[in-house]
């Protein structure tokens, strides 16, 4: 995770620095900054577009009573595509427009399930095998190890018409 962050907050900014100087180099440096802006200014009436749906979509999932995983899924890759569009640069705004737009959004939906659930995978198995090694250096026990208390739920009694 920590090799991840470098690269976004080191890598990205030079490779974007990188492609505005080719862009420049190629169609001039008015038109690259005109580009910029106008990329900017539909990413954000987009932004805005996308959002609203986004959260519309939500409550009427919340509203009718179901679980809104997609939903969540697409308010979520709206509010980083945002973000990655309030960068300025050519490769974050693609990025941006790719997570943003109603035709790729489901890719990058499924793309998030399958990275996610690799990871629910990898932290489940993780733990799993902390558990089976036993207590820790300090002794100290997982909390869902122990003895098991077998039990009976009783109804307290309650109306139940």
Known sequence: M???????????PVIEIYVII???????????????????????????????????????????????????????LVLVGGTLLLTPGFVTDIAGFLLILPLTRPVARRLLGWVLAR???????RLGAEAARGP????????WTGDVVHGEVVDGGRDQT
């Open 2 to 12: 920590a090799v991840l962050l470098v690269v976004l907050f080191l890598i990205t």
């Open 22 to 76: 080719q862009v420049g180099q190629q169609i001039g440096a008015l038109a690259t900054v005109t580009l910029l802006i106008a990329e900017s200014a539909l990413g954000a009436w987009l932004v805005r577009r996308e959002g609203r749906r986004a959260w519309e979509a939500l409550r009427s999932a919340i509203g009718t009573g179901r679980l809104p995983g997609g939903e969540l899924a697409d308010a979520a």
């Open 119 to 125: 990871r629910a995978v990898t932290v489940v198995g």
């Open 136 to 143: 820790g250096p300090s002794g100290a026990r997982p909390p």
